[in-house]
């Protein structure tokens, strides 16, 4: 009989319909009591790199556009104070959900994105880009090459905020007269009123 209620006990313990204080007994796997939420990030840099799908890069070398991305990803931050209120667990379940924190996420919203082009040349059908063009409805955008990209101006209208340790993803989206080496400058704007500019970013891209 004292058997089945220990064993009982134990049941409502774990399933949180009893809360038990961590002086008691501890069942968080995180470290025994409450978890601080993830903090916010301020964004004081970012970096641009080239991507290749699924092959070593070599900027002397042409690519199909489908394979060839511009990375933009964040290279220095602040992490701002840490939230007063945190979110208590109780029992199992509860403690689960704590102990799988949010990833961090930047306190600004990037509100433009504009690329450049720094080089005259032709795309299809029979259309001249002139050097100082801006060429950011050329290019899709997303957080991942796999996902489903969108045109810039889809992705801005989200006011989106990036993720520590995600990147977004810039691929030419447009047919080609022939084989191109694309020379543009690439300015990102956030909603504190910070502007970073990348020049003379370079794309070589196939037919």
């Not at 945190?86 to 199992?92: E, K």
């Not at 102990?99 to 961090?104: D, Q």
Request: charged share 20%.
């Amino acid at each position: 009989m004292q058997k089945n209620f220990v064993a009982f006990f134990l049941f409502l313990v774990l399933f949180g319909a009893i809360p038990v204080s961590c002086d008691i007994i501890c069942l968080d796997s995180c470290g025994c009591g409450n978890n601080a939420p993830p903090k916010d990030f301020s964004i004081q840099d970012f970096k641009v790199t080239d991507f290749l799908l699924g092959q070593t890069f070599n900027p002397d070398f042409y690519y199909p556009k489908e394979d060839f991305y511009k990375l933009i990803e964040v290279s220095d931050f602040e992490f701002l104070s840490q939230y007063e209120h945190y979110i208590p667990g109780s029992g199992f379940i509860q403690v689960g959900i704590a102990c799988s924190p949010a990833p961090n996420v930047s306190k600004e919203n990037i509100t433009g994105i504009m690329i450049t082009t720094k080089k005259q040349f032709g795309i299809l059908p029979e259309e001249n880009i002139e050097i100082g063009s801006d060429i950011s409805g050329y290019f899709l955008i997303s957080n991942y090459p796999s996902n489903s990209a969108e045109t810039i101006s889809d992705y801005l209208k989200s006011e989106p905020r990036i993720y520590l340790g995600d990147g977004l993803f810039l691929k030419w989206n447009s047919s080609l007269v022939e084989n191109l080496e694309l020379v543009f400058d690439l300015k990102i704007e956030l909603s504190n009123g910070k502007i970073f500019v990348f020049e003379d970013e370079k794309m070589m891209l196939l037919k």
